[in-house]
């Protein structure tokens, strides 16, 4: 975790996201459903959510005083931290580690990522980013593939709480998109203190002072979840969320899900149904569709940022 994060490892300006970066952001993010799942034996829910946010937090926070990273200015950009760290972080941690407590974790995983589908016409309204007839009818088919996987698993308030975590992380990454000239690294730190902040105040006035069984397994599942599936991917994401297409980006979402019921399947032994294997088989010709397309012209519409497009670059603001 790097200065090397917030620099891009794809060619320049071409709006697209960086096949290996991705693979391994959805693979990590993948496993946080079923690791969510067992850290919440020891641990309570909120306090939980908050111990991911904050160790995530804090790491960063400690790359960027290391490399004496430049802070936000005082004002609106600290406004919009602020707005990103209760939405993205506290928000939808407490949404996501609710669904995973009332779903099953393939159907929690897969109803958590349904950004791909939920992004399409903010994107198109605030950015000007033009949908392709290839990469709609993509995502027409990755949602029919989700909704395949996700009806069997039922509903409930498992279910809603996992759709609140996907509409949470959505207005997070287009919040994202409008923070120009600020560092990576400090933004990613700043805003998971802050949502983590909120979420141990929360944790307190409901579930009282923290009870947890410090056993060797939470200690691995919340290292893992604060610092590779929390300080590591927002990083990363963040780059691409302010140098590619969010049409392009989020169709890597769909592979979330599928992590997740993969491992669900291999590690707790779930068990789904044949609509399910349909279900990801669709998911998977949706991210050949959208990944085969020609590549999309020009950094990107006017205003947004292309943060690290310059393997020199280590802010959003050399990134024009």
């Known amino acids: ?9 794809a060619p320049a300006l071409t709006g697209r996201p960086a096949p290996l970066r991705m693979l391994w952001i959805t693979a990590a993010l ?6 969510i799942q ?12 908050a111990l991911r946010a904050l160790l995530g937090g804090a790491a960063l926070a400690a790359v960027a005083l290391w490399q004496r990273r430049p802070l936000p200015p005082a004002g609106g950009a600290w406004v919009k ?4 760290g209760v939405v993205n972080v506290s928000l939808a941690f407490a949404a996501m580690f609710a669904g995973v407590a009332g779903l099953a974790t393939g159907v929690a995983a897969v109803l958590a990522n349904a950004q791909p589908l939920l992004i399409l016409l ?5 950015f000007r980013e033009r949908i392709t007839a290839r990469t709609g ?10 909704l395949m996987v996700a009806l069997p698993g039922g509903g409930g308030s498992g279910a809603l709480l996992s759709l609140l975590a996907a509409v949470a992380v959505t207005t997070g990454t287009l919040i994202v998109r409008t923070l120009g000239g600020l560092d990576v690294v400090v933004t990613s730190a700043a805003h998971l203190l802050v949502g983590g902040l909120v979420l141990a105040g929360a944790a307190l006035a ?4 923290p009870d947890i069984s410090w056993t060797p397994r939470f200690v691995l599942v919340l290292s893992f979840l604060g610092l590779v599936a929390t300080a590591a991917t927002t990083l990363a994401w963040f780059v691409e969320a302010q140098r590619s297409a969010l049409s392009s980006l989020t169709m890597w ?6 992590f997740g019921l993969l491992l669900g399947m291999v590690v707790l032994g779930e068990r789904p149904g044949p609509w399910t294997g349909v279900g990801i088989a669709l998911v998977l010709v949706a991210m050949l569709l959208a990944l085969t397309q020609q590549p999309v012209p020009g950094a990107g519409p006017p205003g947004v940022l292309c943060a690290a497009c310059r393997p020199d670059a280590t802010t959003t603001e050399d990134a024009h």
């Open 38 to 49: 067992w850290g919440l034996r020891d641990a309570p829910l909120l306090w939980f959510a």
């Open 137 to 146: 009818m993509a995502l027409l088919v990755g949602s029919g593939g989700l």
């Open 253 to 258: 979402m769909f592979l979330i899900p599928v």
């Open 30 to 35: 993948g496993a946080c459903f079923l690791l």
């Open 81 to 84: 931290i602020v707005v990103l």
């Open 206 to 209: 409901v579930e009282g002072p």
């Open 122 to 126: 903010p994107g198109w309204w605030l």
């Open 1 to 9: 975790m790097t200065a090397s994060l917030a620099r891009a490892d």
